[in-house]
């Protein structure tokens, strides 16, 4: 009803009459109202019925398309609130504006002589329908024929009562109209008319102007439209009965008050969700994948299903699998630049979710609670507070906390709570103790962290919470995939080179197929690829890859050592801890730096310069380390060979001392324990020497010792 009135203001009667396709303007202008709520082919397509009947009853109503009560007051008005030369300059600048107004168009003014006569008639729908009386034929006011027949009905009725004379006596307008309205009122009541009280106005202000010249219009009002496809409170079965004079009124009183005062409520509320968003930095925590994000064979057969298996016991499912009993944590550990956080940003963006990253550094081990009042620092304090803020939020959530390695393991047992059944966590939300709870609710948490600290000592995942999470290691091979773990590598290193960045958008067979290509395998014809190569372009690709092939298997050894490393404990090592990383980040670096043109050497000296660069940040470990990386890639030399052993067995002494860190009385210990163990190992060896049977069993050792006799003997 509204789009269909407003249409009507806004194009007028005659410019809607001839569209060409009246539906077709209708659906434009539900399109450009997009704010307003309408749902395409069921609001344009109603509004365009609504529309068609009320240009009907537009066209045969006349001026009875002014409400009863607007055309009431005007009346009232102009009978008894003007005097004749009042009337005739009124009359005059009404006629002469309409004049102006067909002979060159609009004219401002007559929005003016309305406003004027909107005071005294007390409404701006009784000022214009007064100046359209006063403009249009024929002479006089217009009554509907309606209230004609009600009012000479009444007087049948009513006869040479008291009623005129009461009527007579009378001098004050209101009482007046009080007495109009209270005879019409139980004539109505007692014969049984229905009588809007739009109606009942006009007939008492007929009532009360009886010198005022009218003339009579049978018009019809009122049509009823049909096949509507929208559902409203006055729509019955698909039909809405429209009102030509009563739908109109309606629309402009919902114009001028409803339709401001919901534009304003909408800008307060964007402005109110605008200033929230900002302090709570919702933008912060919508998921944004990574430009450079490959989503490759490892992602699709290993690292999703897995991912996946655990989101669905913390979110729940739908369909015949659905679950209610959710609970359960997800736990990513790998050395850095794996990936971990950029995996859970692209699954929080194709699952909806809302991602709320929290620092582990900027938390610190200091922090052990999760009310904001007692964090060490500000930054600190922010990180707890986004923590709260995903409890609060609750469903469509995923939590994520990084570098757990540098947060306390107090703080991350309060999420234990979350893996079983209760789902519980007890916090604090704006200085308040609140108590999260999560039972049904689509929350998630991960957490991702390196198994070293930044100490450099082994990191230790609380036992209750291992116990109960799904912990995956992403720098690890898992069993049957070695050759997806490998080709991952290859993958996620596409977008760094530029000879290879294309690779990343296109078939993921052709990469496969240019790999073996690049090994040298002769099974495979370039005219299998699926996109089109010029030879010059594809030589240049096989010896890129040809490269990263390489530099891949020094980068997949040193990923291997790193893991081995970090899952001994100092007491079993028996060389320094081993530190330089293979990870997806160290494999980019080396390739966005790969050729066409290199050679073997050069391919080694870029591998030998990126992980020296890399050492530098071990400050005293640099030499162990790049020794154990040249032994891991075959190429120690003599001098490096003994210099690794020498390392190695200063180590072991350093350790079985009680090490560097350790007090003079624990290594003073630690020394004698270890003389003891020598002294018995010397003892162990003479027994074993004087043992008969140890004897007959090598007879000839001792008998080979003796010297031998001479000639002489």
Same mark, same amino acid.
């Given at each position: 009803?509204?789009?269909?009135?407003?249409?009507?203001?806004?194009?007028?009667?005659?410019?809607?009459?001839?569209?060409?396709?009246?539906?077709?303007?209708?659906?434009?202008?539900?399109?450009?109202?997009?704010?307003?709520?309408?749902?395409?082919?069921?609001?344009?397509?109603? &509004?365009?019925?609504? /529309? %068609?009947?009320?240009?009907?009853?537009?066209?045969?109503? =006349? $001026?009875? *398309?002014? @409400?009863?009560? +607007?055309?009431?007051?005007?009346?009232?008005?102009?009978?008894?609130?003007?005097?004749?030369?009042?009337?005739?300059?009124?009359?005059?600048?009404?006629?002469?504006?309409?004049r102006?107004?067909?002979?060159?168009?609009?004219?401002?003014?007559?929005?003016?002589?309305?406003?004027?006569?909107?005071?005294?008639?007390?409404?701006?729908?009784?000022?214009?329908?007064?100046?359209?009386?006063?403009?249009?034929?024929?002479?006089?006011?217009?009554?509907?024929?309606g209230?004609?027949?009600?009012?000479?009905?009444?007087?049948?009725?009513?006869?040479?009562?008291?009623?005129?004379?009461?009527?007579?006596?009378?001098?004050?307008e209101?009482?007046?109209?009080?007495?109009?309205?209270?005879?019409?009122?139980?004539?109505?009541?007692?014969?049984?008319?229905?009588? &809007?009280?739009?109606? /009942? %106005?006009?007939?008492?202000?007929?009532?009360l102007?009886? =010198? $005022?010249? *009218?003339? @009579?219009?049978d +018009?019809?009002?009122?049509?009823?439209?049909?096949?509507?496809l929208?559902?409203?409170?006055?729509?019955?079965?698909?039909?809405?009965?429209?009102?030509?004079?009563?739908l109109?009124?309606?629309?402009?009183?919902?114009?001028?008050?409803?339709?401001?005062?919901?534009?304003?409520?909408?800008?307060?509320?964007?402005?109110?969700?605008?200033?929230?968003?900002?302090?709570?930095?919702?933008?912060?925590h919508?998921?944004?994948?990574?430009?450079?994000?490959?989503?490759?064979?490892?992602?699709?057969?290993?690292?999703?299903?897995?991912?996946?298996?655990?989101?669905?016991?913390?979110l729940?499912?739908?369909?015949?699998?659905?679950?209610?009993?959710?609970?359960?944590?997800?736990?990513l550990?790998?050395?850095?630049?794996?990936?971990?956080?950029?995996?859970?940003?692209?699954?929080?963006?194709?699952?909806?979710?809302?991602?709320?990253?929290?620092? =582990?550094?900027?938390?610190?081990h200091?922090?052990?609670?999760?009310?904001?009042?007692?964090?060490?620092?500000?930054?600190?304090?922010?990180?707890?507070?986004?923590?709260?803020f995903?409890?609060?939020?609750?469903?469509?959530?995923?939590?994520?906390?990084?570098?757990?390695?540098?947060?306390?393991?107090?703080?991350?047992?309060?999420?234990?709570?979350?893996?079983?059944?209760?789902?519980?966590?007890?916090?604090v939300?704006?200085?308040?103790?609140r108590?999260?709870?999560?039972?049904?609710?689509?929350?998630?948490?991960?957490?991702?962290?390196?198994?070293?600290?930044?100490?450099?000592?082994?990191?230790?995942?609380?036992?209750?919470?291992?116990?109960?999470?799904?912990?995956?290691?992403?720098?690890?091979?898992?069993?049957?995939?070695?050759?997806?773990?490998?080709?991952?590598?290859?993958?996620?290193?596409?977008?760094?080179?530029?000879?290879?960045?294309?690779?990343?958008?296109?078939?993921?067979?052709?990469?496969?197929?240019?790999?073996?290509?690049?090994?040298?395998?002769?099974?495979?014809?370039?005219?299998?690829?699926?996109?089109?190569?010029?030879?010059?372009?594809?030589?240049?690709?096989?010896?890129?890859?040809?490269h990263?092939?390489?530099?891949?298997?020094?980068?997949?050894?040193?990923?291997?050592?790193?893991?081995?490393?970090?899952a001994?404990?100092?007491?079993?090592?028996?060389?320094?801890?081993?530190?330089?990383?293979?990870?997806?980040r160290?494999?980019?670096?080396?390739?966005?730096?790969?050729?066409?043109?290199?050679?073997?050497?050069?391919?080694?000296?870029?591998?030998?310069?990126?992980?020296?660069?890399?050492?530098?940040?071990?400050?005293?470990g640099?030499?162990?380390?790049?020794?154990?990386?040249?032994?891991?890639?075959?190429?120690?030399?003599?001098?490096?060979?003994?210099?690794?052993?020498?390392?190695?067995?200063?180590?072991?002494?350093?350790?079985?001392?009680?090490?560097?860190?350790?007090?003079?009385?624990?290594?003073?210990?630690?020394?004698?324990?270890?003389?003891?163990?020598?002294?018995?190992?010397?003892?162990?060896?003479?027994?074993?020497?004087?043992?008969?049977?140890?004897?007959?069993?090598?007879?000839?050792?001792?008998?080979?010792?003796?010297?031998?006799?001479?000639?002489?003997?």
């Open positions: 009803e509204h789009l269909a009135a407003a249409l009507l203001d806004e194009h007028g009667p005659a410019a809607l009459a001839a569209a060409e396709d009246l539906p077709a303007l209708v659906r434009h202008a539900a399109e450009a109202a997009y704010d307003e709520g309408y749902e395409r082919g069921v609001h344009d397509h109603d &509004a365009a019925l609504i /529309l %068609a009947a009320l240009l009907r009853l537009h066209e045969g109503a =006349g $001026l009875l *398309r002014h @409400e009863p009560a +607007a055309r009431a007051a005007a009346q009232f008005f102009w009978a008894h609130g003007t005097t004749a030369g009042e009337r005739d300059s009124w009359t005059r600048r009404a006629v002469s504006l309409a102006a107004r067909d002979t060159f168009g609009l004219a401002p003014a007559i929005a003016d002589l309305e406003a004027e006569l909107a005071g005294p008639t007390g409404t701006r729908a009784a000022a214009a329908y007064l100046f359209e009386e006063l403009t249009s034929g024929p002479d006089g006011f217009v009554i509907s024929a209230t004609r027949t009600l009012l000479d009905k009444f007087r049948r009725t009513v006869g040479d009562s008291a009623y005129d004379d009461d009527l007579t006596a009378l001098t004050d209101a009482a007046r109209r009080q007495l109009v309205e209270a005879w019409l009122t139980s004539y109505t009541t007692a014969t049984g008319t229905d009588l &809007a009280p739009g109606d /009942l %106005a006009e007939a008492v202000t007929a009532e102007c009886p =010198g $005022l010249p *009218r003339y @009579e219009s +018009a019809p009002l009122a049509e009823t439209v049909g096949d509507l929208g559902t409203h409170p006055r729509v019955h079965d698909r039909t809405l009965t429209v009102r030509v004079d009563e109109l009124a309606r629309a402009a009183e919902f114009r001028a008050r409803e339709v401001p005062a919901h534009r304003a409520y909408q800008r307060r509320r964007a402005a109110l969700v605008a200033t929230e968003r900002g302090r709570l930095r919702l933008d912060e919508r998921p944004s994948v990574m430009s450079a994000f490959v989503r490759g064979r490892l992602i699709d057969e290993v690292y999703l299903p897995l991912i996946g298996d655990s989101l669905a016991k913390q729940g499912t739908t369909g015949d699998t659905k679950r209610t009993d959710t609970g359960g944590l997800l736990l550990i790998s050395p850095p630049g794996y990936g971990k956080t950029t995996l859970m940003e692209y699954v929080a963006d194709r699952l909806g979710l809302l991602l709320v990253k929290v620092n =582990g550094p900027a938390l610190g200091t922090v052990t609670s999760l009310d904001p009042a007692e964090a060490p620092n500000a930054t600190a304090r922010r990180e707890v507070e986004k923590i709260n995903a409890l609060e939020a609750g469903n469509n959530t995923l939590l994520h906390l990084d570098d757990i390695q540098h947060t306390s393991p107090e703080l991350l047992q309060k999420f234990i709570p979350l893996c079983d059944a209760t789902r519980r966590v007890e916090g939300r704006d200085g308040e103790p108590t999260y709870d999560l039972r049904g609710k689509r929350f998630a948490v991960c957490m991702a962290g390196n198994p070293y600290t930044e100490s450099g000592s082994r990191f230790q995942v609380p036992d209750m919470l291992a116990n109960r999470a799904d912990v995956w290691n992403l720098g690890d091979v898992l069993t049957g995939k070695r050759d997806a773990f490998a080709l991952s590598f290859v993958e996620n290193a596409l977008t760094a080179n530029p000879v290879l960045a294309p690779l990343a958008g296109r078939d993921r067979a052709d990469l496969e197929l240019l790999l073996r290509l690049a090994a040298g395998d002769p099974a495979v014809r370039a005219e299998r690829l699926t996109h089109p190569y010029a030879p010059a372009e594809l030589d240049r690709i096989t010896a890129v890859l040809r990263l092939l390489a530099a891949r298997d020094t980068v997949l050894a040193v990923n291997a050592a790193y893991i081995a490393s970090a001994q404990s100092d007491a079993t090592r028996t060389e320094p801890p081993f530190r330089l990383q293979g990870s997806y160290n494999m980019n670096k080396i390739a966005q730096r790969i050729q066409p043109v290199m050679n073997d050497t050069e391919l080694s000296a870029l591998v030998d310069d990126h992980y020296t660069a890399e050492a530098q940040t071990l400050t005293t640099a030499e162990a380390n790049l020794l154990k990386l040249a032994e891991l890639r075959g190429t120690l030399t003599d001098g490096q060979a003994g210099r690794w052993a020498e390392l190695k067995a200063a180590y072991a002494r350093s350790r079985a001392l009680g090490g560097p860190e350790s007090d003079p009385l624990t290594r003073a210990v630690a020394a004698l324990g270890l003389l003891a163990d020598r002294v018995a190992a010397v003892e162990s060896a003479i027994d074993r020497a004087a043992d008969p049977r140890h004897l007959l069993a090598h007879p000839s050792p001792r008998h080979a010792a003796r010297p031998g006799r001479g000639p002489a003997e």
